[in-house]
Nanobody, 111 residues
Framework: QVRLVESGGGLVQAGGSLRLSCAAS????????MGWYRQAPGNQREWVAS???????NYADSVKGRFTISMDNARKIVYLQMNSLKPEDTAVYYC?????WGQGTRVTVSS
């Protein structure tokens, strides 16, 4: 079992930055990929970015060039640095590892 706990959400003005963190605990040795998803009000949950234990990263087109995902592989902490935030980035952001989800952290971007 893997437990994921997110932190770092909040309210920010458009153009600002936030950094989300997600700490994994439990059977972290089994984790070889982690990622971030988000769900805006009234929308389905969508994938944002992912990173493998080898450091390979992928991003949704909507965040490419603005968001950066990174991971402390030894401790299985994954980060999402979000720059140039837009109101459409407003959502609850969820951390993901295979078969595990965090409870989410809310990000609100005001115009």
């Amino acid at each position: 079992q893997v437990r994921l706990v997110e932190s770092g959400g909040g309210l920010v003005q458009a153009g600002g930055s936030l950094r989300l963190s997600c700490a994994a605990s439990g059977s972290i040795f089994s984790i070889n990929v982690m990622g971030w998803y988000r769900q805006a009000p009234g929308n389905q949950r969508e994938w944002v970015a992912s990173i493998t234990s080898g450091g390979n990263t992928n991003y949704a087109d909507s965040v490419k060039g603005r968001f950066t995902i990174s991971m402390d592989n030894a401790r299985k902490i994954v980060y999402l640095q979000m720059n140039s935030l837009k109101p459409e980035d407003t959502a609850v952001y969820y951390c993901n590892a295979p078969a595990s989800w965090g409870q989410g952290t809310r990000v609100t971007v005001s115009s």
